[in-house]
């Protein structure tokens, strides 16, 4: 598996981005993806995911800020990112899992994408 993100870069507060995340070489029949989130000294946070039937989950802090979503070939994750804080800084990675959200094999990581965002 793949996974090569795009988009992130700097902005200001309040501005928006959008970042995009290709998987190639999905071995999986059923399998469901993620964008996560680590800032420097904190744990990583699962910031937005989307399961197999296209049902999305997201971090509560930027819930209606942030949509997450797929193409119709589920091979291009998206993350649109509007409203942007500052607390939003950090290091950005999609994942994809074999399986369902709630039930599902170790994720396997993109290699991250900085989004900073200044005040």
């Known amino acids: 598996v793949q996974l090569v993100e795009s988009g992130g870069g700097s902005v200001q507060s309040g501005g928006s981005l959008r970042l995009s995340c290709e998987a190639s070489g999905l071995p999986y029949n059923v399998y469901c993806m993620g964008w996560f989130r680590q800032a420097p000294g904190k744990e990583r946070e699962e910031v937005a995911t989307?399961?197999?039937?296209?049902?999305?989950s997201y971090l509560e802090s930027v819930k209606d800020r942030f949509t997450i979503s797929q193409d119709n070939a589920k091979k291009t994750l998206y993350l649109q990112m509007d409203s942007l804080k500052p607390e939003d800084t950090a290091e950005y990675s999609c994942a994809v899992a074999k399986g369902r959200i709630k039930l599902h094999a170790p994720w396997s990581w993109g290699q991250g994408i900085q989004v900073t965002v200044s005040s």
């Open positions: 989307i399961d197999f039937d296209g049902s999305t």
